[in-house]
Each structure stands twice: as structure tokens, then as C-alpha cells.
């Protein structure tokens, strides 16, 4: 999701020196680089503004799942999804503590993403309407983040990648729960069937962007994908995506909104429709139907929290002075 949005910092073959040669050759033999050997200032900065904005994505994702605890259908789902959206707080922590590997803080990093200097996915713009929403955010947004994630536990870079790890397994819980949700919503009452076909409706394309911009728009992959900070081209992961997904809809009886969704025997893949990509800049840029509402809850989580982060610098401070004197 992330990936969307990263660009690279490489440098032109004549200005490659003898380190980043070498550098390029620890990676090649899929060695991991840890957060104090020398690495290309391009390679630090990408990762920063990648693991940053998985980061973001992380805690902004909570939002329009977060909105929905008080108002699940029963007790049981309501723990289901109280555990989900902790697990998210929790793949934000572990991320921004890789980000923090490379020499940038977590405050900076807050405050690029509450000035809008750093982006989160665009699918968080988009609102959460119905209770069968929670079920196509699982299968589908989750769905997606699981499709970018997983190749990404190779990754070079050591703690993004067994950050990776971790996040992976739990993201599965998720997808699965998201189609937990579908398979009884779509299994209900023609009521609720027309709910989880209109979250399908809405849904569907907002997570074919989760990808990024067609490969031949994106033209930032190269260096990253050397430098294996990024394992899959946008449309290799988008194609892998609608592959496992439409046979997963039509499990459910419910219809992909694409009239020209067809199997292609040739290239063993469907053909299917691209999202509208002036739509997803238009969201990136800010105009979303939620940009607004979820960086402000963001900023006001942050201005609330401000006395309880003063309180534990003081009482740091406090114990610290206290074990000098013990120590004297
Ligand atoms: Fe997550
Ligand atoms: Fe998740």
C-alpha cells in the first residue's frame, strides 16, 4: 500500500562508487543489512519514507475499523474486532521501531504525516459504511496488504523484514475474519446479501489501488527493486490479487463490479478493469471522501496525548536523577 508512494533515490551508473558496488553485492547474495553497517543514503532515505508511510498506514487504518467496535453485531464480533484493530496499533509500533533503526524519531516521522509531508494508503480515505464493510476491509483490504507483505519479509533490510514476519501472520487472522464476516452476511437474508454485495461494490476498486500505479506510470521501481526494498512490481501483486479474489467472490455468490473481468487462458490470469487512476491521485493529493476527518482524529490523538508523554519524560527524568544519587 505503501508502495505506492515511495520513490527512489538511486543514483546514475557513472556516480556509483566502490562501496555501493559492494553494497549491491552483499544484497544480490541475500544477505541482510543491519541498522549500523554502511548503506547508500538512498537506500536509508527509501526505506524511511517506506516503512514511515507502512507505518502511518498501520495506525490511520485503525480509524475506519475503530468506528465500528461499539456497533458490532454481537459480543464475539465485537472481540474479534477490538483484537484486530489492536493488532494494527501494534504492526504501527513495530514499524516506526524499524523506521527508528535507520536515524529518523518517531515524533519526526509523526509530524511529516500530521503536516502531510508523508502519506498513508489511500484506501483509508474511503468510509465505512455499513457493518458489512468490516468483512470487505478484512478480505479485501487486509487481503491486498497480506499480497504486498508477504514478498516483503525477504526484504533486505533486516528489521523490516522480521518486522514482516510477525505482521504477516497476523494479517492472515485478519483476511480471514474479513471473510468470516462476508460468508455469513452473504449467506443471510437478501437484505444483508445486498449489504455485502454493496461493500463489495465500493470496495473493490479503492483496493486494486492499494497496489500503486500501473508499472508503466511507476517509474521509481527500478532502484528499489534492486536494492530489494521492493520485491513485485505493482501489477505483478495487482494481478496476483484479483487471481485469488474473484474465485473467493464467486464462493460467496456475490458479483465483482467489472463487466470486463474475464479468465485469460493464455496468460492464466483474469483481464480486468484498471481503477480510475484520477480518482486515486485526486485521494492522494488530499481530496478523499475522509482525508480530512482521519488526519484530524490523528492530530487531536496527538494534542490529547501530549500531558501523558510529558508525564513519562518527568518521571524518567525523576528516576534517573534518583539512581544518580543512590549511585554517588
Ligand atoms: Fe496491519
Ligand atoms: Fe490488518
Not at 543514483?11 to 547474495?29: C, G, M, V, Y
Not at 465505512?128 to 470487505?136: I, N, S, V, Y
Not at 526484504?155 to 505482521?167: L, Q
Not at 486515486?280 to 484530524?296: A, H, T
Request: contains cysteine.
Amino acid at each position: 500500500m505503501y508502495a505506492q508512494l515511495v520513490k527512489s533515490e538511486g543514483k546514475s551508473k557513472a556516480e556509483l562508487t566502490p562501496e555501493d558496488h559492494a553494497f549491491q553485492a552483499r544484497i544480490d547474495a541475500g544477505e541482510k543489512i543491519e541498522p549500523k553497517e554502511w548503506m547508500p543514503e538512498g537506500y536509508r532515505k527509501t526505506l524511511i519514507r517506506q516503512i514511515g508511510q507502512h507505518a502511518h498506514s498501520e495506525i490511520v487504518g485503525q480509524l475506519p475499523e475503530g468506528n465500528w467496535i461499539t456497533r458490532a453485531p454481537t459480543l464475539e464480533r465485537k472481540q474479534i474486532l477490538l483484537a484486530k484493530v489492536q493488532d494494527e496499533a501494534g504492526h504501527g509500533l513495530y514499524l516506526y521501531c524499524a523506521a527508528e533503526t535507520l536515524g529518523v524519531s518517531r515524533d519526526e516521522l509523526l509530524e511529516k504525516l500530521h503536516s502531510g509531508d508523508m502519506k498513508y494508503s489511500s484506501i483509508f480515505n474511503y468510509p465505512t459504511l455499513t457493518w458489512a464493510d468490516m468483512g470487505a476491509v478484512g478480505w479485501l483490504v487486509d487481503g491486498a496488504a497480506i499480497m504486498n507483505q508477504v514478498p516483503l519479509q525477504r526484504t533486505s533490510y533486516g528489521p523490516y523484514s522480521r518486522a514482516m514476519i510477525r505482521i504477516c501472520k497476523e494479517e492472515s487472522f485478519h483476511q480471514r475474519q474479513g471473510y468470516a464476516i462476508m460468508m455469513k452476511m452473504a449467506n443471510g437474508t437478501p437484505e444483508q446479501k445486498q449489504m455485502a454485495q454493496d461493500a463489495l461494490n465500493r470496495l473493490w476498486y479503492p483496493s486494486l489501488m492499494m497496489f500503486g500505479p500501473s508499472d508503466k506510470d511507476s517509474v521509481h521501481s527500478v532502484q528499489s527493486m534492486a536494492w530489494k526494498i521492493k520485491m513485485n512490481t505493482n501489477d505483478e501483486l495487482r494481478q496476483k490479487f484479483v487471481d485469488q479474489t474473484v474465485p473467493q467472490a464467486e464462493y460467496l455468490g456475490l458479483t465483482v463490479p467489472d463487466p470486463n473481468l474475464k479468465w485469460n487462458e493464455e496468460k492464466g490470469g483474469y483481464d480486468f478493469s484498471e481503477p480510475d487512476w484520477d480518482e486515486f491521485f485526486n485521494v492522494i493529493k488530499g481530496n478523499g471522501p475522509c482525508n480530512k476527518e482521519r488526519l484530524g482524529a490523528r492530530v487531536k490523538a496527538w494534542d490529547d496525548g501530549a500531558w501523558y508523554r510529558e508525564a513519562m519524560v518527568a518521571h524518567a527524568k525523576k528516576k534517573a536523577a534518583r539512581r544518580t544519587v543512590a549511585a554517588e
